[in-house]
């Protein structure tokens, strides 16, 4: 069905060649600038309506070609180019003279990468920890917050496993008690959690932990008023934003959670095995350490807290400039472009014969993440033949699939994907 028109006889676009030759050594005889990896465009300054030329020119600042339409930012999305070539300028510099002596300015990447952060979640950089993911973050706030025989957690059904298995596994060893929330379908609304949350709370309670977004339906959880019911209550609060950071204008000042977590390598389109974990200031005193080494941070709790021994710092550096690609082209814009995509998707969906969508559409209630059923077409040959017939990327369900829309994807991207949808609900696969 697809032409892959942009790529030559041997299968490699023009932009990976020059990638592949970058990685071979050769960066220096490439472009002006020598940069590893280049864009064709610069990416230009967003306008006040942003239109599809725009998201083109986005769509240039990433190597992944555009016969491949990888719809998948839940689970992992493509680095940005000036991610890539802040990772691979800083690895062949560290690599060419591995000495203490020219490694010292990797640790103001690591200083920078704190402060962005900090700008980018509106929170300051004494309480940012720089981890490897999201289910480190989450697995530091279980293990370190203080729990015993007569404490109590809540937790909902469909936390990812280290925001739930975590919880039940640790509550074995330190006794307190794991309540766990059901999960109802369809979104039941914000009200809905906040009177389940509000009645489970006890004077036992200790911690509340939930997905702001969630990777398993694409469910919005309200997370400021459950920060505040929690916090009201005596009780802490850990959001876990692995569906969040990178894609929703997160203001944690407003948020006010105690503790946040995310990766850098899902929405924020940034490295692999980069994360970040918030630790509100008024919470610094209810968490331990769970790693003692080497090579602390630089400010606030990181001091004590981010003892993690050797890191990537090219990674570090290339998380810092992902997020402040994002930051150029704007939060809200890139908020409002994932909606956008994925109303689009949700829409045409429901128009496809047997398929059932499981993602609420009112746009209060889900973002960028959509789930539906395939009916009678057997998901996982469907999940398959998307990818190998026409090179569209998305994730399996098990009985149907979910699709994540992000801020490099374009129309035709989620246009040619319902017509591959349609085209197999109407001959099979
Ligand atoms: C809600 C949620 N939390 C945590 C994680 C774990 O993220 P990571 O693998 O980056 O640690 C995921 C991964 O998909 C997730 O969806």
Not at 383 to 396: D, K, M, P, Q
Request: hydrophobic share 35%.
């Amino acid at each position: 069905m697809t032409a892959h028109s942009s790529r030559d006889r041997n299968g490699i676009s023009r932009r990976n060649f020059v990638s592949l030759l970058a990685a071979s050594g050769s960066a220096t005889l490439l472009g002006q600038k020598g940069l590893a990896f280049e864009s064709p465009v610069p990416l230009p300054q967003t306008p006040t309506i942003p239109d599809e030329a725009f998201w083109r020119s986005v769509r240039e600042q990433f190597v992944m070609p555009t016969d491949v339409s990888v719809i998948n930012a839940a689970n992992l999305c493509p680095s940005s180019i000036p991610a890539l070539n802040a990772m691979y300028e800083n690895t062949k510099d560290i690599d060419g003279d591995p000495s203490f002596q020219n490694r010292g300015k990797m640790g103001q990447g690591k200083v920078n990468t704190r402060k962005i952060l900090a700008d980018y979640l509106h929170v300051t950089p004494e309480e940012i920890i720089i981890t490897r993911n999201t289910s480190e973050g989450n697995n530091l706030v279980s293990s370190g917050v203080e729990l015993s025989a007569n404490d109590e957690v809540i937790i909902f059904g469909d936390n990812h496993p280290s925001n739930n298995v975590a919880w039940k596994e640790k509550s074995k060893r330190f006794g307190f008690t794991v309540t766990e929330i059901e999960v109802v379908r369809p979104h039941p609304g914000f009200d809905y959690y906040l009177e389940v949350v509000d009645k489970a709370i006890t004077s036992r309670t200790k911690l509340l932990s939930f997905t702001q977004q969630t990777n398993t339906f694409g469910d919005v959880f309200p997370a400021k008023e459950l920060c505040q019911l929690a916090h009201s209550r005596g009780v802490l609060s850990l959001v876990d934003g692995a569906q969040s950071f990178g894609v929703m204008n997160v203001d944690l000042s407003d948020m006010q959670p105690d503790f946040y977590t995310g990766s850098a390598h899902k929405w924020p389109a940034g490295p692999k095995e980069t994360g970040v974990l918030y630790i509100n200031a008024r919470a610094h005193e209810q968490i331990w350490p769970s790693i003692y080494s080497a090579g602390r941070g630089d400010v606030g709790i990181s001091r004590t807290f981010e003892s993690f021994g050797q890191r990537d710092e090219p990674a570090i550096i290339g998380f810092g400039e992902a997020l402040k690609f994002q930051q150029k082209i704007g939060m809200q814009v890139i908020q409002d472009r994932a909606q956008e995509l994925s109303q689009s998707l949700m829409e045409q969906i429901q128009s496809i014969n047997g398929f059932k969508l499981i993602t609420s559409r009112d746009t209060t209630e889900s973002l960028s993440v959509v789930v539906f059923e395939t009916g009678s077409l057997d998901a996982r040959k469907l999940y398959s033949a998307l990818y190998e017939n026409e090179r569209i990327g998305v994730a399996g369900r098990p009985k149907g699939l979910r699709i994540s829309p992000h801020f490099y994807n374009l129309h035709s991207e989620i246009d040619r994907t319902v017509a591959a949808l349609k085209h197999y609900a109407a001959v099979g696969v």
